[in-house]
């Protein structure tokens, strides 16, 4: 397999796929050969710009291309567990764009199929593999977190013309489900399992109505299992894009700026130390999508860095979030 180029099937072609698209055409080593979506346009045009095979139905696809080395799935959450139930008994690598999935029954489901097939099956979580987190995490080695603080602000909702679709809170889980969990999982990372959350969600900007059934904006309170506690604030409805991760001790206080600048201090050293990106044009998924194609290649899946067990922790912890909006109390963190 390391002599050859990698097959690779694509399944669900909308929005973020192109993102991926473009990375693997940079890194090479792969061709994708099939690409499966229910949308015949969507998966029309992602069959001509690659000169790979349309299928609507991922059976039929798999069933059709016997010599496949790995899926990349984009589908909607709620479409994560078919696709891993397809491919993952037939011993395909699975590569599953966050969020892992829409439920912790599914994510659950997940975990015993992937584990009875012995497949690997991955997480896009790209923040994890960022120069920038692997410094702060070298800075921080051996010392205790005591606070975290965390922002994402955008115009998703006031600005940007996603669909639709995005702020129907039952379909997409709202800017909690689709980033929040971005930032969860890397704090998760640096900090340990959350194990508390209490969120607060608000509309001031973007009022609630038969289209807009989201949060525009909230904030949470985090509890961590090492005693550590800390806050996070996201927006949809924030003209700036920015997003922090700040982490604080008895003799430091850092903030990772994503994506690619860490600031603050450790003892009486002064840090402001910035990292290149990826290769023009390319997105952040790059580093994420670079490694899942070496572990493909090599059959060494242990140094990636999101395992779908883990990964639904993180699911867990935004599942949590959003029934806190719900109910207006704390909520423990359920385990996957």
């Known amino acids: 397999m390391a002599d050859r180029e990698l097959n690779i099937a694509a399944v669900g072609t909308g929005g973020i796929w192109g993102a991926h698209a473009h990375n693997l055409s940079v890194l090479g080593g792969s061709r994708v050969v099939a690409v499966c979506d229910i949308s015949e346009q969507n998966r029309q045009r992602a069959a001509d710009a690659l000169g790979a095979r349309p299928y609507a139905d991922i059976g039929t696809m798999l069933d059709a291309e016997p010599d496949l080395d790995a899926v990349i799935a984009c589908t909607p959450p ?169 982490l604080i001790g008895k003799d430091y206080r850092l903030t990772l700026t994503l994506d690619s600048r860490v600031q603050g201090f450790v003892g009486d050293e002064q840090i402001d130390e910035t990292f290149p990106g990826p290769p023009p044009g390319c997105s952040h998924h790059y580093a994420e999508m670079k490694a899942f194609l070496n572990a493909v290649r090599t059959g060494d899946f242990s140094g990636l860095r999101s395992p779908y067990a883990d990964a639904a922790r993180s699911l867990a912890t935004v599942l949590a979030m959003n029934w806190s909006i719900e109910t207006g109390q704390p909520v423990a963190v359920p385990v996957p």
């Open 78 to 246: 709620t479409v994560r567990r078919q696709v891993v139930e397809a491919a993952a008994p037939r011993g395909l690598p699975v590569f599953v764009e966050k969020p892992p999935a829409a439920s912790l029954d599914d994510a659950r489901a997940i975990i015993g199929i992937a584990e009875q097939a012995g497949s690997p099956v991955v997480v896009g979580f790209m923040y994890r593999y960022l120069p920038a987190v692997d410094r702060i995490k070298e800075l921080i080695a051996g010392r205790p977190i005591n606070l975290v603080q965390s922002d994402f602000l955008c115009a998703a909702a006031t600005e940007w013309g996603i669909p639709g679709w995005f702020f129907i809170k039952e379909r997409s889980g709202g800017h909690v489900m689709d980033q929040a969990i971005h930032v969860m999982d890397l704090v998760r990372f640096l900090a340990g399992d959350i194990t508390q959350v209490f969120t607060l969600g608000n509309n001031v900007i973007c009022p609630k109505g038969p289209e807009f059934t989201v949060e525009d904006s909230s904030s949470t309170a985090l509890r961590f299992a090492s005693g550590a506690s800390g806050t996070h604030v996201h927006s949809w409805s924030h003209h700036e894009f920015v997003g922090h991760v700040t």
